[in-house]
């Protein structure tokens, strides 16, 4: 199974995780305020994400390809069969490059939480 992740599902699950945290007015902040705050730190803290590098590409095909190498080296060594071995290689390296591929996706999320709670945190609100 490949998991593919673009920078548009990237920012909305870090908008929905941005708005998971819990925003106090610290300082008295309105309703109508706070949402504007929070719309613009939304709009802001994307931006931020879409200046990073985009995750690699091609890191599941490429890990099953090592994987299958890897597993026909192996299996022809211990018992002369390299087809099964680089089947079996290519099936787990692929998953290895899927989780490499969902880990950057993953920090992404993090960095535009993270740069949402500090916009924020920078109009005076508390961020939990």
Do not use: F, H
Not at 24 to 48: H, L, N, R
Not at 67 to 74: D, H, T
Request: net charge positive.
């Amino acid at each position: 199974m490949q998991y593919r992740l673009t920078l548009a599902a990237v920012v909305l699950l870090a908008a929905s995780v941005a708005q998971a945290q819990v925003v106090y007015p610290a300082k008295g902040q309105s309703a109508g305020q706070q949402q504007k705050d929070q719309s613009e730190c939304q709009s802001w803290a994307a931006g931020q994400a879409s200046t990073a590098p985009p995750p690699q590409q091609g890191q599941v095909a490429r890990g099953a390809a090592r994987g299958a190498v890897g597993g026909a080296v192996i299996a022809g060594v211990a018992d002369g069969d390299t087809g099964k071995g680089a089947g079996a290689g290519a099936i787990v390296g692929g998953v290895r490059g899927a989780r490499q591929k969902n880990a950057q996706a993953g920090a992404a999320a993090s960095d535009n939480a993270r740069a949402y709670a500090a916009c924020m945190e920078g109009r005076g609100y508390t961020v939990k």
